[in-house]
């Protein structure tokens, strides 16, 4: 229950952002650059986070950096709705990036810690309240912005969900990492695994592939029509897709040997809902376009980092943390790209970045399902089979 909504606290901050973004460039006049630079500095901050949790986490306890984590995004976030000028919204953007992400690493570690050999199923789950609080993000947002109270009155209920959390939880007892009860094989060079590497870029694209749409998404609407709170609002419709893909995929992944295939078929759905947002010029199959993309983004994250994982050979930390450091490199790289073609090009041609990004998720699948990276169970095999001797009991406040 506590990862759970941890996770749906931070998912809030993460999907209002983009929204936000564009509500801003509408009241302070600023550039499509300039949005990804917001975006970049976010980034920014989820690359430190990546970069500190390994030596983090071998110092502090789970709880501990959980908490920590929840105080430093709040704080983002109250200085990012705070600065009525760029300086102070670029300066809330990198503490909330930074906060953020390492309460998303931590959460990811606690049910990697948890479910182990199942995590696949454990990260979908979790993903749907997070994928749930993400159609409300825009939703509210928008309305707020019509309304007495503002957009930013939004920004302040994550904060007040996590006080609450630790009121609550403030002295469960998290798992102890799993590389601590038994560490894994280390490598004769110290190098994780191929296979983890290349699934760790691939949880980097999907981040990439989502993110593009998030931030540009209301801005793509604009540019074919719509008015800014509109457009904002309209970003809903993306995130009931991805709310829809994730309960379908946990589903899905109730039976073993499907995480790969799931993924392929993720990202098929993924090129086709944005290829129909993205060349046409009426409002509503824009926004269908969106809708679809989003149940194809849906399983894309939390698969791919559940591979990932798998093949980290005892050196989960490493890899969660990795992937926030690469996924925070590329979503600098990609949006602010994306922005800077945008001013230049036009959004619709700078657009372009997305389709490539697809591309390269799909190589990266191919390439690691290769290298021996997926495990027994994603081939098909039994728990038993599998050596997974046990069922694992539920452990609902993690």
Partial sequence: MLSYATLVCFTFWLYAFGPALSLLRAELHFSYTLIGVHTAIWSGGSIVAGAVFPAAARRFSRATLLWSSAVAAAAGAALFVAGRGVEGTLAGAGVLGLGGTMLLTVVQAVLSDRHGARRERALGEANIGAAACAVLAPLLLGALAAGPLGWRAAFALPALGLLVLHLRYRRLVLPVPAARRTPGPARADGRLPRAARLFTGLVAGSMAVEFCLVYFGAEQLRAIGLSPAVAATAMSGHCLGLLIGRVGGVGATRRPGRTAPLLYASLAVTGGGFALFWLTSSPPLAVAGLFVAGVGVANL????????????????????????????????????????????????AAFGVEPALIVACLLLLIAGTRSGGVTPRARGLTPAAAGEGRRDDPFPQS
């Fill in 301 to 348: 994250y939390p698969l791919a980092l559940a591979l990932a994982l798998g093949a980290a050979a005892g050196r989960e930390d490493e890899v969660n943390a990795r992937t926030q450091l690469l996924g925070g490199v590329v979503v600098v790289v990609a949006p602010y790209s994306l922005g800077l073609l945008a001013d230049h090009l036009g959004l619709v």
